[in-house]
């Protein structure tokens, strides 16, 4: 079982209006706050999100450097899948692989990928239907 992760981010403003609604709709709940930091927790598992100092700013995030590639989340339907992705474009939120969507994981996997304000690659897939 997973017990935390951690993240540090570039404008934690940004990140908290962007997970906040994100997580929420994922059945997490805000869990701790203090003036440079959140964390919202499911179950026993909590997410954080730091201000990372502005000496470590310079060198932005990219997902295909050593490190975290992206978060996937379990969605409860399709149908929930769907909806976030409404939510997503509402928000002029990016979504990734827009020509393959809902299918850009393959055949058979029902899934919106998108990013966040440090462009973290983040995943919603549906249950599988076999």
Not at 100 to 105: D, E, L, S, V
Request: hydrophobic fraction near 40%.
């Amino acid at each position: 079982m997973l017990h935390h992760v951690e993240i540090y981010v570039s404008n934690l403003d940004k990140s908290v209006e962007f997970w906040g609604w994100l997580l929420a709709e994922l059945g997490y709940e805000q869990y701790q706050k203090w003036e440079l930091g959140i964390s919202w927790k499911y179950q026993e598992t909590y997410l954080v999100f730091v201000q990372a100092e502005e000496r470590y700013l310079e060198v932005p995030y990219h997902r295909c450097r050593v490190g975290l590639n992206h978060l996937a989340f379990h969605a409860r339907s399709r149908e929930h899948v769907d909806e976030i992705t409404v939510k997503l474009k509402e928000k002029g939120i990016n979504i990734l692989y827009i020509d393959k969507h809902p299918y850009a994981g393959g055949p058979g996997y029902y899934a919106v990928f998108f990013e966040d304000p440090d462009r973290i690659k983040v995943e919603l897939v549906a249950p599988s239907l076999s």
